[in-house]
């Protein structure tokens, strides 16, 4: 293994801090830059057997590193790591034949500061574990799966959104130096990603961007199997890009406005399993003017429609304990989710105390069965209930609640004894934590709820520097 930098190596990784730096702070770049020659160096290699042949080998590589970050020759890319993967990191992988084996060599490199982040082994090791298709995630109970590597960086979005508009959001984030918890939330909420997905979106933008600045027709991404890329690479240069954001079909729009105006003439709630009906029920509800009364039985439509279209997707898993990350399921129960919190929103303005807990429960019943494996989403079903009840004047149901958090996610401490969290595993502990301080509000403190505190703010200070 070479122990130094190469001269490319180098200006790679000096120029992409320099990009970072200016991000940041408008003129920090040369700075940025200049410090970054003076930086110490991580350097880590591995090698990994790949079962395709040499040649689609090294297809597979090339694309690995287009998935993971922005390719700068045929076989190497650099690759965002480090905390919050904002630290740049160069990986090159060397390919060669060992009696019949096709041997990968993954060497990864970045500049550390003071703190060391170890950002060329993170990035080495996420690129030879993904060449191997055993890219880890923790499924639904917390144990690890493997996600089989696939060439198609196609994503499902949530209704009425289109690839053209997360791709403009993503890229006015950027310009505006928006926070990435922030872009996160955008992500998987208003886009409906998963966490991964969210973080391969903001890749691939990224990606067709540093491509179209090449200069090199050829460097266009494919439309089809990587379209952000390819969205952003033509906004970029300014071509044509069409808007794909799918409407509602006329029979759609038939059946909410007849809901709603059974809900105006105040007939029972009928409710329906086509979730963009209901959705869109949600929507006028929501956004009502009309006299209390007509208001109030709009929402109760709109709740009854969501609960109806939420049953009918958890229907279709099955036997499977959720949704699979990404699935049209999975999308469907983000959007249900967030249009229940509108409408228990407005029933809690009323003030309705009744309604909003049963409007909250609506909400812990689509993510607990359809998005159950993220613990960001279910931690933050659980506070807002337990956090409801507490207002609603039960303060002892609310810190049972509360304690029901802490069963689910202390194994989460565990997960991140050595390895720092980040993102979607950050929001998680900031739930743990919350449950631990409603419980000292409503119990007071115990020797158990200080040591599980500062064991979680350890965790989490630890995010911030590993």
Known sequence: ????????????????????????????????????????????ETTVELRPPLPTATDLVARTLDALGTRTTELQAMIGSGVMALNPAVVTVTLSEDGGRVIATVR?????????????????????????????????????????????????????????????????ADEEGTRRRDVLAVLTERFALPFDDA???????????????????????????????????????????????????????????????????????????????????????????????TRFHLLLEAATSLSVAAEACIARLGQQPCAAEGSQEWVDGVALAAAARQVTAKFAVQPDPELEERGLALVGRIVTRLLGQCHAFVGRAMIDSARCVQRNGDPGRAAT???????????????????????EHIIALEYLLAAVELITEVRGNSTELDALRNRTKHVLDRSLTD
């Open 401 to 423: 609640r509360a304690e029901a958090v802490l069963a689910d996610f202390a194994v989460l401490l565990d997960r991140f004894e050595v390895d720092a969290p980040f993102d």
């Open 108 to 172: 990864g490199v970045a500049k550390e500061g003071l703190i060391r982040q170890r950002a060329g082994e993170k990035a080495a090791r996420r690129v030879a574990e993904q060449l191997t298709g055993s890219f880890v995630v923790r499924g639904w109970d917390g144990h690890p799966r493997a996600m089989e590597w696939t060439d198609d960086l196609s994503l499902r979005l949530a209704h009425g959104t289109s690839v053209r508009a997360l791709v403009e959001y993503l890229r006015a």
């Open 199 to 293: 973080r391969l979106a903001m890749d691939r933008v990224g990606g067709g961007i540093v491509r179209a600045a090449s200069g090199n027709p050829a460097n266009e991404p494919d439309a089809v199997k990587d379209p952000l890329a390819w969205t952003s690479y033509r906004l970029e240069l300014g071509l044509p890009v069409g808007d794909d954001a799918p409407g509602l079909l006329p029979e759609q729009q038939a059946s909410a406005q007849a809901l709603l105006e059974r809900a105006r003439r105040g007939q029972p709630t009928h409710g329906t399993e086509d979730v963009a009906v209901a959705l869109e029920v949600a929507r006028v509800a929501v956004a009502s003017q009309e006299p209390d009364r």
């Open 1 to 44: 293994m070479a122990v130094e930098l190469t001269t490319e190596e180098s200006d790679l990784l000096v120029a992409g801090l320099g990009i970072l730096g200016g991000r940041v702070n408008r003129g920090a770049g040369r700075g940025a830059r200049r410090a970054a020659r003076w930086m110490r160096a991580d350097i880590f």
